[in-house]
């Protein structure tokens, strides 16, 4: 397995489309685009399983485009780590709410939305549009339980089952 988000590239672009994700509430600031952001809790997907503290370091979020290093844990937060090395480009005229990256040097190609996100930029809602996936990030390990509470309550007001997230 490549990285957990190169293989939910791939299978998120071969699953048939629900109803699709709820568009973007608002805005997104530039600087969300850099940094590391830690994986709270995601929808199930094939690629992901076994995955431990997974995190994606984002640079060069300052412009249209950004890097992105992925890395997972195989079958521990402490187990060997997969790393995965993306590009991502911000789509224009989204006010910074969307953005496509692109895997294994273009050959996959995914568009992501920045559903929801905390005022001070403590947790981001990402999905993809088709509905299929949703992930709760935090820009700390882990959020504290009313922090958490209420970006879960946001996930499930965007027609989410909080019930079948995985916690990481």
């Given at each position: 397995?490549?990285?957990?988000?190169?293989?939910?590239a791939?299978?998120?672009?071969?699953?048939?489309?629900?109803?699709?994700?709820?568009?973007?509430?608002?805005?997104?600031?530039?600087?969300?685009?850099?940094?590391?952001?830690?994986?709270i809790?995601?929808?199930?997907?094939?690629?992901?399983?076994?995955?431990?503290?997974p995190?994606?370091?984002?640079?060069?979020?300052?412009?249209?485009?950004?890097?992105?290093?992925?890395?997972?844990h195989?079958?521990?937060?402490n187990?060997?780590?997969?790393?995965?090395?993306?590009?991502?480009?911000?789509?224009?005229?989204s006010?910074?709410?969307?953005?496509r990256?692109?895997?294994?040097?273009?050959?996959?190609?995914?568009?992501?939305?920045?559903?929801d996100?905390?005022p001070?930029?403590?947790w981001?809602?990402?999905a993809?549009?088709g509905?299929?996936?949703?992930?709760l990030?935090?820009?700390?390990?882990?959020?504290?339980?009313?922090?958490?509470?209420?970006?879960?309550?946001?996930?499930?007001?965007l027609?989410?089952?909080?019930?079948?997230?995985e916690p990481?």
């Amino acid at each position: 397995m490549r990285s957990w988000v190169s293989g939910l590239a791939a299978w998120t672009l071969a699953a048939p489309a629900p109803a699709g994700a709820p568009a973007p509430a608002r805005p997104v600031a530039a600087s969300l685009y850099s940094g590391r952001w830690w994986d709270i809790a995601h929808t199930p997907n094939s690629r992901q399983r076994d995955c431990h503290a997974p995190t994606s370091d984002f640079t060069g979020g300052s412009g249209a485009t950004f890097s992105i290093v992925q890395t997972c844990h195989k079958g521990s937060a402490n187990g060997p780590a997969e790393v995965f090395r993306a590009r991502g480009r911000i789509v224009a005229g989204s006010a910074n709410a969307r953005f496509r990256i692109a895997f294994l040097g273009g050959l996959i190609s995914q568009e992501y939305w920045i559903l929801d996100h905390a005022p001070d930029g403590r947790w981001a809602i990402m999905a993809t549009p088709g509905g299929h996936y949703v992930w709760l990030l935090s820009r700390v390990p882990a959020l504290e339980a009313a922090t958490r509470a209420v970006a879960l309550r946001r996930i499930s007001a965007l027609g989410y089952d909080v019930g079948r997230l995985e916690p990481r």
